[in-house]
């Protein structure tokens, strides 16, 4: 028996280290919880995945507003007048 310390991060156990089986073979877990709480691992991952969802959303939104390009024109336009 072969014990392998892993993280389950929602989907599937991540091994903390290689583990020696080749690749396809067939196991069977026992899965035994080894902290009632979260790990740094496991808060450092939950953070790391909100921090994603916060940017995907963000970038889902336009951050300029639709009069952006007119005040910029006046902008461009009183320098060429001006000869800055």
């Excluded at 790990?39 to 909100?50: D, G, I, P, V, Y």
């Excluded at 940017?55 to 939104?61: A, D, F, G, Q």
């Excluded at 910029?72 to 000869?83: A, I, N, P, Q, Y």
């Amino acid at each position: 028996m072969t014990e392998v310390r892993a993280v389950y991060d929602g989907r599937v156990f991540i091994p903390e280290k290689p583990c020696n089986f080749t690749k396809g073979s067939e196991v069977i877990l026992t899965i035994e919880s080894v902290n009632k709480s979260l790990s740094e691992k496991e808060k450092k991952l939950a953070a790391f995945r909100q921090l994603t969802r916060e940017v995907h959303e963000t970038n889902k939104t336009d951050p300029l507003p639709p009069e952006f390009d007119a005040i910029l024109s006046k902008r461009v336009r009183f320098r060429e007048l001006t000869d800055l």
